[in-house]
Structures are given as C-alpha cells and as structure tokens.
C-alpha cells in the first residue's frame, strides 16, 4: 500500500541541520521529483522545496499516455511520485513559498516567506506554469468537468462530443488537429481573428466537421452542475448573444511560466521561458531548470519527467567536477 505523506522526520531533521546542501529543487511537480530521486541515487544531499507536491498533476483529471500505466489520474500518479520519494528518503518541504533566489560566492541563497535561507551548491527550478484563463463564470465550477487547459492531455476523453476550442493562436489551431480523431463535431471561438500560422490553418480545410466562430466573446461556461453542457457567447459583430451547446471546452490561449523566481539572474524568452540547453543548464552556471517553465514547447508531464532526471544527471557531473 502506497504512503502517501511525506516523511516529516526527514524533511524535519535534514532541513534543519544540513548547512550547504548540494542540491536543492525548487518545485515538487514530475520534473523535481524525478531529479530528486537520480540525484539521491548518485549521493548527493538534496532537497525538495515546494507549495505543493504533485504541482500541475492536480490540474489533470485522467491520465491515460504514461508507458507502463495504462490509465490513472493525476492526483494518483502525484501520490505514486511522492511514496518513490519517501523510500529513498528524501526531505520534502511543503507548504512552502520562496519568495528570493540569489547567487552569492558561488552558492545559491533559497530565502523563504518565513525568512529562513537555505545555502546549495546547484540548484533547479521545476515551478511549471498556469494555463491562461478567461475567467468567466463557470469555467472553475466545470474545470476537469468538461473544461480543459490541455487538449494533448484530455482529447481521448471528449470522443463523440462536440468540444470549444478558445483561442486563436498556434495552441489552439494545434489543438482542433488534436482533437479531429476523436470529437464528433468541432467549433472555434475567438475574440478576434486567426494569429496561427497558416500551414495550420491550411489542414484545417480538410475537416469538414469544423466551424470557426471569429470576433466572438465567451461569456459563460454552461453546466448541469455535473458536467458543463454549453456556452454563452457574444457576436461581436452583430452584439448578439446566443448559447452554443457542446460538450468539452479547451481553452488553448497560453500559458504563464512561474519563472519570477530566476528571471533575473537568467536569460528568458519573450514569453518569460528559461532558455535552457539540452543539459537543463540555464545561461547561469550550477542553476538549471527542467519542465514546463523552460522553453521547450510540449508541456507533458513524460517530458517534465525525462527532463528532472537530465538535470539531475548534469548536476552531478557539475558537482563532481
């Protein structure tokens, strides 16, 4: 049976009494979880400092695109993590918000909300990011009830359904090939016009059952309580509103990397990405990052994994250099 609460004497004991650490995780998602385990395994005394464990895991309803798992949820696949973790005995912080990172005589300053410093020799950045949101009425009520921010992730559950997608740029023109196999009947709703480019555009010519609502607001998420079974919309053009029934909504209009933490020690793209090399190394030495705060383009929780334990394997020869 899994063990799912962090081991609080480790975190305890070991975020009192180590002094210098050699590596510390900011981040306990699938990317600083995974680095933990690869960096325990090589020796080195780490830690996890985070929020919450499990990070964007709690945001996914199902998972059913992980090798060896044929289907779970997030929050179960965030426990399974977490109980890998606490066997090698590694400490978790939660609960925690650091509100500096500095560099200073080549060891980084971790400072927390409560004032306490941490001292590591290298250090990751794993904090994810947050889904753009329209914030309009309904949209929390029936998120993972029909709302998604991820099409790669839930498109499979939305099969025979006649799904939203919102938004107008490269995600959301990705987003109705993603879910051409699978949804019954397709609509595009944006505010403005198409930003996408046009080889996207292009192949959407080819599906039939495709409806592009443009210069159209979404007003309201629509629902029975369970599960939302609609839209209300606002025809910009014409001032009208009028309802738009279906079954699944992806809001696909981007997202917003955490990376305020790091920004100003490392280079960033113009969308706040952390620009890292294929080492998860950031312009900064002894400072990396890994998942979905980097600018690497497909946000996956695989992908954040498989990057954790690339970080971590570079941490480690940067540390036994």
């Known amino acids: 049976m899994f063990n799912f609460e962090v081991n609080k004497k480790t975190e305890t004991s070991q975020f009192h009494t180590v002094t210098i650490w050699d590596a ?6 699938p990317a600083g979880l995974n680095a933990a385990l690869y960096l325990k395994r090589k020796g080195k005394v780490v830690g996890v400092i985070t929020k919450e464990v499990g990070g964007q895991l709690h ?12 289907h779970t949820t997030g929050k179960a696949l965030s ?3 977490l109980d890998h973790i606490n066997q090698f005995d590694i400490p978790v912080l939660q609960d925690a918000e650091v509100t500096s990172v500095q560099k200073n005589n080549q060891l980084f300053e971790i400072t927390l909300a409560t004032g306490k410093m941490y001292q590591s020799k290298t250090l990751l950045l794993t904090t994810g990011g ?8 309904g949209e929390f009520e029936y998120a993972n009830k ?5 099409t790669t992730c839930d498109a499979p559950f939305f099969k025979n359904k006649h799904v939203v997608v919102a938004g107008g740029g490269n995600s959301a023109a990705e987003s109705v090939l993603d879910l051409d196999p699978f949804a019954s009947k397709l609509t595009v709703v944006h505010r403005s016009q198409w930003r996408a480019d046009q080889i996207l555009l292009d ?26 079974t609609g839209l ?9 509103e009028r309802i738009i029934d279906a079954g699944g909504l992806f809001i696909e209009i981007g997202t917003i990397p955490n990376s305020s933490l790091i920004a100003h020690l490392v280079d ?3 969308n706040q990405e952390i620009i890292v090399n294929g080492q998860q190394e950031t312009s900064l030495a002894g400072l990396y990052a890994a998942g979905d705060v980097t600018n690497q383009p497909s946000k996956q929780i695989v992908i954040a994994v498989a990057e954790g334990a690339k970080a971590a394997l570079a941490m480690n020869q940067y540390l036994n250099q």
Do not use: W
């Open 232 to 240: 209300k919309v606002l025809d910009k053009q014409s001032n009208q």
């Open 146 to 150: 029909g709302v998604s921010y991820c």
């Open 79 to 81: 426990d399974a993590f």
């Open 203 to 228: 192949k959407h010519k080819t599906i039939d059952k495709l409806t592009v609502h443009l210069q159209t607001q979404i007003l309201e998420v629509l629902g029975n309580g369970h599960h939302m």
């Open 130 to 137: 947050k889904p753009r949101q329209l914030h309009i009425p």
């Open 24 to 29: 510390l995780i900011i981040g306990g998602g």
């Open 59 to 70: 945001n996914t309803s199902e998972v059913d695109n992980y090798l060896g798992i044929n």
């Open 268 to 270: 960033t793209n113009d």
